[in-house]
């Protein structure tokens, strides 16, 4: 019978251990991703007033236009008419689409490292998927959705590596990310500026 008590006590010190441990571990996770705490509100969208609505016409008519709209009209930015505005984005474009977010969490993570916000090109998601991300609380990872020409298009203004699903899978995609030094897209379409070549 001791030896019984022994082995349970031992079990239950293991046990509390790596509790502890595994707290620690989500903690550090939850930094690096940057996910938000559960009673975060995503901010309001905003409506442009007359100068900064000529500003993002005048950048729509300057600026290459691709076939990729937003996936929800949640993700956007401004409101009447809805867009989004990103500026020194990292881009992911995934010409296969995706099967779940969980494929695109090694590219949040470097996305975060470089401190820049995270845009997802691709040509599918799944309804559940996308309801998902759009219902986070302060998630900010807006995705556009396209044809997969449009998704390679965009890959080499940005200067990403389209990615497949047997890679993303694999955890490669922060490997593949590009970048845009700023982005307007509304529903049916996106405008692109390139950063400039660093030299």
């Known amino acids: ?4 008590l022994v082995v349970l006590g031992v079990g239950l010190v293991l046990f509390a251990l790596a509790a ?3 707290r620690r571990s989500a903690r550090r996770a939850q930094q690096v991703v940057g996910l938000p705490p559960a009673r975060t509100v995503a901010p309001a969208r905003s409506e442009p007033d007359e100068e900064q609505r000529r500003a993002l016409e005048l950048f729509r008519a300057e600026q290459p236009s691709l076939a990729l709209g937003l996936a929800d009209a949640s993700m956007a930015t401004w409101r009447s008419p809805d867009c989004l505005e990103l500026a020194d984005a990292a881009v992911l474009c995934c010409p296969e689409g995706i099967g779940s977010q969980r494929e695109l969490l090694n590219a949040r993570i470097a996305a975060r ?10 040509t599918s998601i799944p309804d559940d998927e996308l309801a998902l991300l759009c219902a986070t609380p302060g998630l900010t990872m807006p995705v556009l959705v396209g044809d997969e020409d449009a998704c390679r298009q965009l890959a080499e203004l940005a200067g990403a590596t389209p990615i497949g699903r047997g890679d993303l899978q694999a955890g490669l995609a922060g490997r593949a990310l590009g970048h845009v030094a700023r982005l307007v897209a509304d529903e049916t379409a996106c405008w692109v500026l390139n950063p400039q070549p660093q030299g």
């Open 1 to 4: 019978m001791q030896g019984f």
């Open 113 to 122: 490292a470089l401190s820049r916000s995270l845009l997802v090109a691709l």
């Open 20 to 22: 502890l441990a595994d």
